[in-house]
């Protein structure tokens, strides 16, 4: 690498350093061109060859500014570091480059408030999920737009679906789902957010400051006794859209035991049936509770 480093890393550089060497549209498209050739390295002909590059003297240059931090270059020719990998995978994600229109759609399932038709619309690479009836929010949750292409409204349902559970997963569980830093949940009642609910989560990132909210109930779409119980009643959990499921959007489910320290209890009714889930404010399951409608109880303790 040609440029000066960071005075205080050893190697790395600056990030505005780092962004100047890849702002540059040559340099993209010899990333590119070798993040599409699959059997890597490649050697400096063939490389050259596959950019539209038509001076190798201009080609070369471009190639040792990138090399170490974006390239790496070894006896059997050249390959993509991890962060030029990582540069590939946030073009390719398309948030850096793209700002599609995408018109609001039906989606499956209705609104749990008023049981009116559920729409969806795209704005800053976030979906929101709406009530077209009374408005109710079903959840506002980032999705880049590089997922967008090549799927039908159906698919892109399927997929932010799948993308949100992911998400609070990862977040519910202390990692950042952007940058692997350590993520803090804390319940709130104060404030408003996109979410109308009165309760929620808030897990943020100490590390990037990435920060996703949700209803206490998202959390519990990975948890084994839900899972079980929907099971029992011959339905597999992943396959019903979050949006689709009261517990995971609508406050009236949860009942604040205590504050100090934090108890929540989520009831989950399905089919004369139900399973109240207590959690803690770390949103850990501490107790698990099945009643059926014949009066018959089983409680389990989950410390
Ligand atoms: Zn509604
Ligand atoms: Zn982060």
Redesign the pocket.
Known sequence: MSGTRDETGEGELAPAEAFSVIANETRLDILESLWEYEDRPIRFSALFSRTDLDDSAQFNYHLQELTDQFVVKTEAGYDLSHTGGQVIRALRAGTYTHSPEVDPFEVPGECTHCGGPLESSYEDEQFTITCRNCGKAHGKYPFPPGGLEDRTEAEIATAFDERVRHLHCLAADGV????????HTTLTRQGECCLDVSLRAEHR??????SLCSPVGLVLLDEAPVAAFYDDHGISLTDRPYWTLPWCVDDAYYDVQSTEPWRIEVAIPLDGEQLRVALDGELRVVETTRESCDGTTECVSHD
């Open positions: 950042c789902p952007e940058c692997a830093g350590r993520m990132c100490e590390r990037c400051r990435h």
